[in-house]
């Protein structure tokens, strides 16, 4: 017998909103922020990128895996990049990157902070 829960969310439906939310944005990107435990270490973040827009370089809180639910992404460290498509799944660099869609895009990401 399957039982209700509030917190089941259905992530193709956010990621739609976000891209619409992204595209009427300067930045051209949107985020929704998942917490498993409120004040813990694990978050996830649904990232949605415009074509051409980036999240630009920052340094990496902790162990962080990305997952594309929609489009492709350049992951940048420095001049050199690691392409990730759609249902492809990365670890992220342990070192500053950023992240460039190179079409509209949605990606999954997973953060362990130290």
Not at 8 to 36: Q, Y
Not at 67 to 92: F, I, W
Request: hydrophobic share 40%; proline share 3%.
């Amino acid at each position: 017998m399957a039982t209700e829960h509030n917190d089941i969310v259905n992530l193709t439906d956010l990621s739609a909103e976000l891209l619409d939310k992204a595209a009427t944005v300067n930045s051209g990107r949107a985020t929704h922020a998942f917490r498993a435990v409120p004040g813990g270490k694990l978050t996830q973040v649904l990232l949605a990128l415009k074509e051409g827009k980036v999240l630009s370089d920052h340094e990496n809180p902790g162990e962080a895996l990305l997952h594309v639910l929609k489009g492709t992404v350049h992951v940048t460290v420095g001049d050199d990049y690691v392409e990730v498509k759609e249902n492809e799944h990365a670890v992220v660099p342990q070192e500053r990157h950023g992240v460039l869609a190179m079409e509209d895009s949605v990606a999954l990401l997973t953060v362990v902070r130290y």
